[in-house]
């Protein structure tokens, strides 16, 4: 099946730690996104990807980095630099570069707790 | 800049009643997408609904519609016939058609009371 995919799940990591969320997804989608869910509150972009080595900030990209090395993996790394890491991370994919319609599809999430 | 505001921060409805969730959005473009987006308790963001900015009819999906009124910004969310199921947050977002971002709403936590 087509899909995204967001591993791990749920994710534990000491104050000071970088840690490095996966997304996978196989649907042959140009574009990836990364946002952050915090309790009771909507999405917020963090970065995002519309080809292949090339990615830009979005709202709120400070203490963390991505990579685009290949069209299905976007990789997300919450570096020790971010003060408040703990949250919902939702990574989503959509296709189409310019004048496209298509929805963004997204993964199951990964719950990051900072202990 | 973009901007998604929904107003509504929760609602209830009973079960088999219809319920309206509200979406305003600001934007100088001409051509852009809205789209809506059911969040359960899991966390999975599922797509319901698309709407775009030229399309002369109300977009519908099964039990879900969208009351899109362009001079108002406006693109509300219509479920008709509620169903426990239902329950869970609701996004409105919007995409330009000239880039590759969505910005979305902070949500509506929709409750269906039996």
């Known amino acids: 099946d087509g899909g995204i995919t967001q591993s791990p799940k749920y994710l534990f990591r000491k104050e000071g730690q970088n840690v490095t969320l996966s997304c996978e997804q196989n649907l042959n989608h140009d574009a990836m996104y990364w946002y952050r869910q915090d309790p009771g509150q909507g999405l917020r972009l963090i970065y995002y990807s519309q080809i292949v080595n090339d990615f830009q900030k979005g709202d709120i990209a400070e203490g963390y980095s991505v990579s685009r090395e290949k069209k299905e993996s976007f990789p997300l790394t919450v570096t020790s630099a971010q003060k408040n890491p703990t949250a919902f991370y939702l990574c989503a994919s959509s296709s189409g570069y310019v004048y496209s319609n298509n929805e963004q599809f997204f993964g199951p999430g990964t719950r990051l707790t900072v202990l | 800049a973009q901007k998604i505001t929904q107003t509504q921060p929760g609602m209830f409805v009973q079960e088999k009643e219809a319920v309206t969730l509200d979406c305003t959005y600001d934007?100088?473009?001409?051509?852009?997408?809205l789209f809506w987006y059911k969040q359960p308790s899991s966390g999975e963001m599922i797509f319901l609904i698309y709407q775009g900015s030229y399309d002369q009819q109300n977009a519908t999906e099964g039990r879900y519609s969208l009351n899109f009124q362009k001079a108002r910004k406006s693109a509300n969310l219509v479920i008709s016939a509620s169903q426990l199921g239902d329950s869970a947050m609701y996004f409105c977002a919007m995409r330009r058609l000239t880039g590759n971002q969505f910005y979305f709403g902070t949500g509506t936590s929709l409750t269906v009371i039996p």
């Open positions: 934007t100088s473009d001409p051509s852009y997408g």
